[in-house]
């Protein structure tokens, strides 16, 4: 970001974007989302299982699913947890205690407490559900929304996550090594590096938790909060990153680190700030935690509309067919998106326009996230932009490669990313438009009322003001005219009662008391040794001020007054701020050379005017790096030329012309500096040219490799399609075969339990679907047969069958047969029973016996 720390836009939900900031009143019912795709299932069993019935919390569960696939989640659910599982239905409420399912070829979203469902949007395989999910109940919720991301293949929730958490809610992830596919864990710890990671069978303890204690946690309200501990905190993160969040507003301020304290299951701010002491890594995760970017290309379709219809059209004709490069500045561009559209929208506006206009566009984006400004320098984003960018955008301005888009080099070749606070850093001035949205809202009343005169200061005459849908330029109506008052655009105009123009700046925190009371009490213990040294300090060693890299004064020894005075307004202790004029460019210049070389750099005869008395001075710049406690600061030395010196140089041109030679020497050696420094970065990026085009040759051999690949698993897939089909044709011919024969057939396993049988065997056994599995010594029968069970377990270890005639109860016959079971490896794995009926057989024999006997 290009200002203060602050957050960043938060983005509306895909497919219902509007201009409605996120709400902020909290919902009775706090909603737990979980996104989760492939190997998504063990992981909802792993977090389900251990959570009590009583959470108060509702849990949606949204999964990757085929839009023609009838799924089972919430049967599969039902098995190892307590609570009600239910599939969404549109205009359901969400109960607490309750798991929600989204139904397949539905993509699910928040109206309050109140579900809303419609058809899956995107193509097949490119469809977002979680992330529309997530950034609705972002929306909707605040603060109370709960995002979970478990295993799954893709991205989809890394953008709803850093959208929750832009809203200051609860972000849990899946630790990647725990999780059966890691690719959605690892893009969202990517998307939100502050959220709580852990294994799937603790997300649901960690999440109980955090949750009880922020329900003990309450920032404090009133006068408290401008008081230490906040304060203190507020000085340590100035210390350790240079910037200043005394201008952030204080709610959000204990909202964000409240979420901190709770993560590490605190106190209080106090204990938060001895815990930043004692563990200074923690402190760029609070300076992450303060600077979420959340952005996405053309946010608000309606305001680009606008712009490429009207204003930049406007704006352009103004120039009409000279040869003029126009500037734009977004500042709080984040990871580039917004930058890119506003680049692409004025090359689509001069196409528009036909090929009069001889214009070009050079954007200046700025953010303070030096992560961020690395990520939108790459220019290289997701496949899930596909939801933002148009196809025909996408095929003009984008190159596509592997799983992502790059912007081509025309786009970005027009837009410059620099790290840059706005607060405290020089403006890019001399703009036609100015891109700032949600940016203000984060920031007090004072810095506001600083940063729109900047804007006007800024901006060209009749240059365009951008700013969120929910900021406004406030009592300033005489520096800017309403263009479209809904979107936001404003004109610059110039006014005869114009008010002077002040620039922001850094201020650093005062000390607090308590501190100021432990240096004076340190002074009064003095010995005799340490005052004799502050008295030659005084009087024989040069005046000088110790700073660290962005020049505020961190401790000043002997008399400055001469070459340093503070500046008007609200007090900057920073050098550049109060050294006098004369001394400005060859500060600068020294202080340049040191931090670039990381030796000591001077100034030679630097001519000071001290009400009509003339004095020479060298100004010395030492690096501290060989101190441990001084390592990053400077220590800058003010050298007086004796009189005998100047007297000296009597004899050459006059003291204006020596002055005016030395200050062109160190320009020209500036200046040779700078070239072979460009010279050098020039090298470097043919070298890096060179090897993005050899990367590039192997991404193509790879592309092919995968193609072909592809393909090949594409013929698999058919064939083992057409097995699976032969497979199913053939086990009903076999069935089919069985129940034609008419012979009741039951097939065991080594244990005896039934494997499966025929429709005739049910005539002899009791048996049902479901007794496929249970013993068959459990399944009640007909037979007169005892020794049924010995006689299968004697063929099972001897591997010869066993024939026998046996009757029923109600008076027929079978023939028994059990022979062993063998598989295609000649294996015996269980046993084959078949009973034939020989009823009318043994009828016809019993009666040739009466027959027989009556003949004798």
Not at 489 to 517: C, N, W
Not at 651 to 657: E, G, L, M, V
Not at 798 to 818: L, N
Request: hydrophobic share 40%; proline share 5%; aromatic share 6%.
């Amino acid at each position: 970001m290009a200002q203060a720390p602050l957050p960043k836009q938060p983005s509306q939900p895909r497919g219902k974007r509007t201009a409605k900031a996120a709400t902020t009143t909290p919902s009775i019912l706090r909603i737990a989302a979980i996104g989760a795709s492939a190997g998504g299932l063990e992981a909802l069993e792993q977090f389900f299982r251990p959570a009590p019935t009583h959470t108060g919390l509702a849990f949606v569960v949204i999964q990757h699913q085929d839009p023609s696939y009838q799924g089972m989640l919430p049967e599969l659910l039902r098995r190892f947890t307590s609570m009600p599982v239910l599939q969404i239905s549109h205009g359901m409420i969400a109960e607490a205690d309750h798991i929600y399912v989204v139904p397949s070829g539905q993509q699910a979203s928040m109206s309050k407490e109140m579900f809303v469902l419609e058809a899956l949007s995107g193509r097949p395989g490119l469809a977002l559900p979680i992330d529309q999910f997530f950034l609705s109940l972002a929306q909707e919720h605040g603060a109370n929304a709960i995002g979970l991301v478990l295993s799954g293949m893709g991205a989809d929730g890394s953008l709803g996550l850093t959208a929750i958490r832009s809203e200051d809610g609860l972000t849990l992830v899946q630790e990647p090594s725990d999780a059966k596919f890691d690719s959605m864990p690892s893009n969202a710890i990517k998307a939100d590096e502050t959220a709580i990671v852990a294994p799937a069978d603790k997300l649901m303890s960690e999440l109980l938790r955090q949750l009880t204690h922020e329900a003990g946690y309450a920032a404090p309200h009133g006068h408290a909060a401008h008081e230490s501990p906040l304060h203190a905190l507020i000085a340590l993160l100035h210390r350790y990153t240079g910037h200043d969040f005394s201008s952030y507003k204080t709610n959000t301020l204990y909202r964000r680190i409240g979420r901190r304290i709770a993560l590490h299951q605190l106190a209080d701010m106090g204990a938060y700030v001895d815990f930043l002491h004692a563990n200074p890594q923690e402190i760029h995760l609070l300076f992450k935690e303060l600077l979420i970017g959340v952005t996405h290309f053309f946010r608000d379709e309606p305001l680009w509309t606008g712009l490429l219809e009207s204003s930049m059209p406007a704006i352009c004709r103004r120039h009409g067919e000279t040869d003029r490069v126009m500037r734009a500045w977004v500042p709080a561009c984040s990871t580039g998106e917004e930058a890119y559209s506003l680049a692409i929208i004025f090359k689509e506006t001069l196409e528009q326009m036909g090929g009069g206009l001889r214009l070009t566009l050079q954007v200046f984006a700025t953010d303070l996230d030096a992560d961020a400004i690395a990520r939108a320098r790459l220019g290289r984003y997701p496949e899930e932009i596909e939801d933002d960018v148009n196809a025909q955008r996408l095929e003009r301005y984008f190159i596509k490669e592997e799983k992502s888009y790059r912007v081509c080099k025309e786009i970005r070749d027009m837009v410059v990313f620099a790290q840059q606070n706005m607060i405290s850093d020089p403006p890019f001035t001399k703009l036609d438009v100015l891109m700032c949205r949600n940016l203000l809202i984060y920031l007090d009343a004072d810095i506001q009322a600083k940063l729109i005169p900047l804007f006007h200061y800024a901006l060209n005459p009749g240059g365009l003001l951008i700013l969120g849908s929910a900021e406004t330029i406030g009592r300033y109506t005489n520096l800017f005219a309403s263009i479209d008052s809904k979107a936001r655009i404003y004109r610059r105009i110039d006014s005869q009662g114009r008010q002077s123009l002040q620039f922001p700046t850094r201020t650093l925190p005062a000390m607090p008391p308590d501190t100021v009371e432990v240096n004076r009490h340190l002074v009064h213990r003095d010995s005799l040794q340490q005052q004799a040294e502050q008295f030659l300090l005084d009087r024989y060693v040069p005046a000088a001020v110790l700073i660290n890299a962005e020049g505020d004064v961190i401790y000043i020894n002997g008399r400055t007054g001469k070459y340093l005075e503070p500046a008007a307004g609200k007090a900057n202790w920073n050098i550049y701020a109060m050294a006098r004029e004369e001394l400005r460019h060859a500060l600068s210049s020294c202080l340049h050379r040191a931090m670039r070389n990381n030796e000591s750099s001077k100034a030679e005869g630097v001519r000071l005017d001290t009400g009509g008395s003339g004095s020479s001075i060298n100004v010395v710049v030492h690096p501290t790096e060989g101190l441990e406690h001084l390592r990053g600061m400077y220590m800058v030395v003010f050298e007086e030329i004796k009189e005998t010196a100047l007297n000296l140089r009597s004899r050459r041109p006059k003291t204006a012309d020596a002055a005016y030679l030395a200050e062109l020497k160190r320009t020209r050696e500036d200046m040779q500096s700078m070239r072979e420094e460009l010279t050098s970065a020039n090298e470097e990026l043919q070298s890096t040219n060179e090897e993005l085009q050899s990367t590039n040759e192997e991404l193509t051999t790879t592309k092919e490799e995968t193609q072909s690949m592809n393909e090949e698993l594409q013929v698999v897939n058919a064939e083992l399609h057409a097995r699976m089909e032969d497979l199913a044709h053939a086990n009903n011919d076999l069935k089919n075969l069985l129940n034609s024969t008419e012979i009741a057939t039951v097939f065991l396993d080594e244990a005896l339990n039934v494997r499966r049988f025929t429709t005739h065997s049910t005539h002899i056994f009791r048996l049902i679907p479901s007794d496929v599995g249970r013993p068959l010594s459990d399944i009640t029968n007909i037979l007169l047969y005892p020794e049924l069970q010995d006689d299968a377990k004697q063929v099972l270890a001897t591997s010869t069958h066993k024939e026998k005639q046996v009757s029923t109860k109600d008076g027929q016959w079978y023939k028994a047969r059990i022979m062993p079971y063998r598989t295609s490896e000649n294996v015996v794995d269980g046993l084959v029973m078949t009973f034939l009926e020989i009823t009318e057989l043994k009828v016809m024999e019993a009666e040739m016996r009466n027959a027989a006997g009556r003949s004798n």
